[in-house]
């Protein structure tokens, strides 16, 4: 199993511009969430989803948008990048139970300028 | 949510047990206390978890308070490996979702 993959690794964007950060799992997990780390501080959720076709807002929801077509992928968007949206942005998945440990990504770092 | 509440920083020298405690005292019954950790430039990394009973592992072991409201992680032969920020959070059962704090950084010394 590759596990919880993230694409792309490192990213630099101007302000304004749009893109997609990608989260993949093949572990059949129904429970996959999103997570922005800024430098120094934990990490803070902005949202996570379910089971396909189910997503919910986290802590810090505003300026993404994520969607759950698929139970193996779970895409985060940045619908206009601001400089304060530059962090590093962590995808995880579980099974859907509290009683299980989320497995983590290694991380997309985003910078916007 | 409940949150959890943990010392900033704490020091270990090599191959002696580390004692991490975590307050959580307005956990609710079907909370569940996981901890993580997270190297350096790492994603986070999954420790132990658990309920109501102590837990062990191959990384650690969990005390947990008979009310629930504090745990504690052992390690029981801190190596400059274990060096990293851990992270005491509550799963909540109806949404799954986890809130991490700030975490102890364990600094562990040769």
Known sequence: ?113 | DAKTTQPNSMESNEEEPVHLPCNHSTISGTDYIHWYRQLPSQGPEYVIHGLTSNVNNRMASLAIAEDRKSSTLILHRATLRDAAVYYCILRDVDNNDMRFGAGTRLTVKP
């Not at chain 1, 101007?14 to 989260?23: A, N, P, V, Y």
Request: hydrophobic share 30%.
């Open chain 1, 1 to 113: 199993n590759a596990g919880v993959t993230q694409t792309p690794k490192f990213q630099v964007l101007k302000t304004g511009q749009s893109m997609t950060l990608q989260c993949a799992q093949d572990m059949n997990h129904e429970y996959m969430s999103w997570y922005r780390q800024d430098p120094g501080m934990g990490l803070r959720l902005i949202h996570y989803s379910v089971g396909a076709g189910i997503t919910d807002q986290g802590e810090v929801p505003n300026g993404y948008n994520v969607s759950r077509s698929t139970t193996e992928d779970f895409p985060l968007r940045l619908l206009s990048a601001a400089p304060s949206q530059t962090s590093v942005y962590f995808c995880a998945s579980s099974e859907a139970a509290a009683s299980y440990e989320q497995y983590f990504g290694p991380g997309t770092r985003l910078t916007v300028t």
